[in-house]
């Protein structure tokens, strides 16, 4: 399998620059040669989008694509079977598959938890990605189906992004998620996908999420798990070590998110938690765990 890339880390440890853009913005992560084989791969996504766009305006194929059905709200991976399923759902919605195949997995389970909780027919439904990366899935699916008509209604953000960056509507900019200078209740939902394990701090992130989503909106999290993490002492990775949730830190997370008016949707009960395979190779620390998708409603 190929070596994971999860979005760039939203909210780093102190000693990382988190400066905004009059300052200095956080490094790239992975080095100058991979920042530019991510930048070759983010023109050739929306390019791709954008064009699909046009053709399916013209064809009326795009009004005619379901909404993905194969992942739940909440769940978690439980065996390379499942995300095969997901990829194949996905490329039969004509959605750009992520190079990194399971990633396809949680990225169809955000849309759909989209579609089916937040979108009302109109596709105006306000959506951040928290921690976004230019390259990933979320937005690009999301554009596909018809949202970000309006201006800044698909935003993405991260400590990485310095200039204000547009791609076929969507926009893409400096933040900080644990403090996004959003107004109260500005966003429908918020996406998050592959980015608290690096050094996020938990708490004010799910305090901000809380804080900018309205009443109904749904924060979908996506995060490396596994039942019984494995070893990563001496495993760093874009500034820390590595981190795989246990069972115990997830039940934690759906407590604190409860105590902010964040609702689980779904069970994540001992049987939901069990996965019988390690789906999941990260190449470049050597690892195999699985992930864990968490989708919640603002009360």
């Known amino acids: 399998m190929s070596d994971p890339t999860p979005s760039e880390p939203a909210a780093l440890p102190p000693s990382s620059s988190t400066a905004g853009p009059a300052g200095q913005v956080a490094a790239p992560p992975g080095g100058r040669l991979l920042a530019i084989a991510k930048r070759g791969a983010?023109?050739?996504?929306?390019?791709?989008?954008?064009?699909?766009?046009?053709?399916?305006?013209?064809?009326?194929?795009?009004?005619?694509?379901?909404?993905?059905?194969?992942?739940?709200?909440?769940?978690?991976?439980?065996?390379?079977?499942?995300?095969?399923?997901?990829?194949?759902?996905?490329?039969?919605?004509?959605?750009?598959?992520?190079?990194?195949?399971?990633?396809?997995?949680?990225?169809?389970?955000?849309v759909?938890?989209?579609?089916?909780?937040?979108?009302?027919?109109?596709?105006?439904?306000?959506?951040?990605?928290?921690?976004?990366?230019?390259?990933?899935?979320?937005?690009?699916?999301?554009?596909?189906?018809?949202?970000?008509?309006?201006?800044?209604?698909?935003?993405?953000?991260?400590?990485?992004?310095?200039?204000?960056?547009?791609?076929?509507?969507?926009?893409?900019?400096?933040?900080?998620?644990?403090?996004t200078g959003l107004d109260d209740g500005a966003l429908d939902a918020i996406t998050c996908m592959s980015v608290i394990e690096h050094g996020v701090p938990i708490e004010g992130f799910v305090a901000e999420s809380a804080r900018v989503l309205r009443p109904g909106g749904v924060l979908v999290v996506s995060t490396d798990y596994d039942q019984s993490p494995p070893d990563t002492t001496g495993k760093h990775i874009y500034g820390a070590q590595v981190h795989i949730f246990s069972p115990a830190e997830i039940r934690d997370l759906v407590a604190l998110a409860e105590r902010h008016g964040l609702e689980l949707v779904g069970e994540l009960d001992d049987a939901a938690l069990a996965h019988p395979e390690r789906p999941v190779h990260w190449t470049r620390v050597d690892l195999d765990y699985t992930f864990i998708l968490l989708t919640f409603r603002k009360r």
Request: charged share 25%.
């Open 42 to 110: 983010e023109h050739a996504l929306w390019g791709r989008v954008a064009g699909q766009r046009r053709v399916e305006a013209r064809t009326g194929l795009g009004g005619g694509r379901p909404a993905p059905v194969s992942v739940p709200p909440t769940a978690v991976l439980k065996d390379k079977a499942t995300w095969e399923r997901a990829t194949a759902e996905a490329r039969s919605l004509r959605l750009p598959l992520h190079r990194d195949l399971p990633k396809n997995w949680d990225a169809l389970g955000a």
């Open 112 to 179: 759909g938890a989209i579609l089916d909780l937040v979108d009302d027919g109109t596709r105006s439904a306000r959506v951040m990605d928290a921690g976004s990366a230019r390259y990933s899935s979320v937005l690009p699916w999301l554009r596909l189906y018809g949202f970000g008509a309006r201006p800044e209604s698909l935003i993405g953000i991260n400590l990485e992004f310095g200039d204000v960056v547009r791609r076929d509507g969507v926009t893409f900019r400096y933040g900080d998620v644990t403090a």
